[in-house]
C-alpha cells in the first residue's frame, strides 16, 4: 500500500484524500493517506470559525460549479433541502427543492438553495454586481456617466489593451469607465493589490467570460424567458447552494467522512 501525505485539510487537501481512499484495488485500499493541517481548523479559507457561540465565515462562499461531478460531489456529502426553510416561507421564495430531500427546520445535514444578492455601494448608490442592464443602472449612474461609459466601452471594441495585468483584463471586457466604477476600488480592496499588480490570469479564472456581451447575452436570455444553465457565467449565477451551518460545514462533513475511512488507523487528519 503506497503511503500519501497531503499537506492541509482546506477543501483540495479534503477532496484529494477523500478520493485516494475511495481508490480501491479488490475492494482494499490502495493509499495510506494522512492529512497534516497546520492550524485547528478544516475547511482552509473556506472555513466557518466558531466563537462564543456563533458560526463566521472566513469569506460569504457559494458553492456552484458548472461541473457537474463537483455538484454531485457535494450533493452526496449534503443532500439539498426538499422543504421549505422558515425564511423561504416567510418571504414566499420559490425554491428549486429536491423530492424527498431534508427539511432544513429539522435536520442540519442539508443544502440550502439561497438566492443570490451582490451589491457595490458606490455614488451613496447600490449597484448590483455584477452589471445588470436595468433601468436602475443607469438611472443610479445618471446620464453623462452613462454616455461616457458607453462611449468608453465601444473604444475596447476597436482598441484592446495588451493583457499584460488584471487592470488591462477588465477594461478589454468593460471600458475604462465601467472599469474605474466597479472594479478597480473592489479589486484592491478584496485582494490587497492594485489590479495593475495583479496578473491577467487572475481575472480569466475570477470573472471567466463575464463580459458586456455576457450582459447583454445574459439579459436577452431572461427577456425572452430561455434558460441556459450549462452556459451560464459563474459569476451570474441567481442561486447556489449553501450548508446550513456555512461553509466549514461541508468540509467538517468531508473531514469525519475521510477519518470514518480510517477505521485502521489512529487518526488520518493530524491538527
Ligand atoms: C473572500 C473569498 C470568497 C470566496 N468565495 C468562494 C465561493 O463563493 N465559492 C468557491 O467555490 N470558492 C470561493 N473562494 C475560494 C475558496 O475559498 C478556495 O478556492 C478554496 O478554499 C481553496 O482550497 P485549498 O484547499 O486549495 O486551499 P485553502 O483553503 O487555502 O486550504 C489550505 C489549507 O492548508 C493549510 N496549510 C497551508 N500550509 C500548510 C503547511 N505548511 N502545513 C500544514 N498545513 C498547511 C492551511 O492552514 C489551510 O487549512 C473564496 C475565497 C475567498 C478568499
Redesign the pocket.
Same mark, same amino acid.
Given at each position: 500500500m503506497k503511503k500519501v501525505v497531503i =499537506? &492541509?485539510?482546506?477543501?483540495?487537501?479534503l477532496t484529494a484524500g477523500y478520493e485516494l481512499l475511495n481508490n480501491k484495488e479488490d475492494n482494499k485500499e490502495k493509499y495510506e493517506v494522512i492529512i497534516?493541517?497546520?492550524?485547528n481548523?478544516i475547511?482552509?479559507?473556506?472555513?466557518t470559525v466558531k466563537y462564543n457561540g456563533n458560526r463566521m465565515d =472566513? &469569506?460569504?462562499?457559494?458553492?456552484?460549479?458548472k461541473d457537474k461531478e463537483v455538484m454531485e460531489f457535494w450533493e452526496n456529502l449534503m443532500p439539498i433541502q426538499g422543504e421549505n426553510s422558515f425564511d423561504d416561507e416567510k418571504l414566499g421564495r420559490e425554491k428549486p427543492l429536491k423530492s424527498g430531500g431534508p427539511n432544513p427546520e429539522k435536520e442540519d445535514n442539508v443544502m440550502l438553495v439561497r438566492n443570490r444578492v451582490s451589491r457595490i455601494y458606490f455614488l451613496k448608490k447600490f449597484f448590483d454586481y455584477p452589471i445588470t442592464l436595468k433601468l436602475q443602472t443607469f438611472t443610479n449612474m445618471g446620464l453623462i456617466r452613462t454616455i461616457k461609459a458607453g462611449f468608453s466601452y465601444l473604444k475596447t471594441i476597436f482598441v484592446k489593451k495588451k493583457e499584460d495585468s488584471l487592470e488591462n483584463f477588465y477594461i478589454n471586457r468593460f471600458g475604462k469607465v465601467l472599469y474605474g466604477m466597479f472594479f478597480e476600488k473592489y479589486t484592491e480592496k478584496?485582494w490587497g493589490r492594485h489590479p495593475s499588480n495583479i496578473s491577467a490570469d487572475w481575472g480569466a479564472q475570477r470573472v471567466k467570460g463575464v463580459s458586456i456581451s455576457a450582459v447583454i447575452k445574459d439579459f436577452f436570455n431572461k427577456l425572452f424567458g430561455r434558460k441556459n444553465k450549462e452556459n451560464t457565467e459563474t459569476s451570474l449565477i441567481e442561486q447556489f447552494w449553501y450548508p446550513k451551518y456555512g461553509p466549514g460545514q461541508l468540509w467538517e462533513t468531508l473531514a469525519k467522512e475521510v477519518e470514518d475511512k480510517g477505521r485502521n488507523y489512529k487518526k488520518r487528519i493530524l491538527c
Open positions: =499537506i &492541509g485539510a482546506g477543501p483540495a487537501g497534516l493541517e497546520e492550524t481548523e475547511g482552509g479559507i473556506s472555513r =472566513i &469569506g460569504g462562499h457559494r458553492f456552484f460549479s478584496l
